[in-house]
């Protein structure tokens, strides 16, 4: 019943920027948690950035400084605010939610990828 829709995706050259956005609907009791990663082919898939539903962010070093997480709790919307793009972020980035839809343990689920491209 839970369901995680990202948009926001795109090409732009280095350094430009996008910002990504994920809505979380359906049956949701709470949020803990939500973030972004990201899986470039060939790659692993990576922590990009997550913010928790008090504020607290984390980011991966290699996007410190260039991308902002911030969320809209009212929306149970997670924004990705991503400025001087490198190449080398280019990947599909995956919205992320860790929730529980009732009083059982939280879980994660994933919403289906957003395809951004930085050209050198």
């Known amino acids: 019943q839970v369901q995680l829709v990202e948009s926001g995706g795109g090409l732009v050259q280095a350094g430009g920027s996008l910002r990504l956005s994920c809505a979380a609907s359906?049956?949701?009791?709470?949020?803990?948690?939500m973030g972004w990663y990201r899986q470039a082919p060939g790659k692993q898939r990576e922590l990009v950035a997550a913010?928790?539903?008090?504020?607290?962010?984390n980011y991966a070093d290699s996007v410190k400084g260039r991308f902002t997480i911030s969320r809209d709790n009212a929306k149970n919307t997670v924004y990705l605010q991503m400025n001087s793009l490198k190449p080398e972020d280019t990947a599909v980035y995956y919205c992320n939610a860790d929730l529980r839809t009732g009083w059982g343990f939280p879980y994660d689920y994933w919403g289906q990828g957003t395809q951004v491209t930085v050209s050198s």
């Open positions: 913010i928790t539903s008090g504020g607290s962010t």
């Open positions: 359906g049956s949701i009791f709470s949020i803990n948690a």
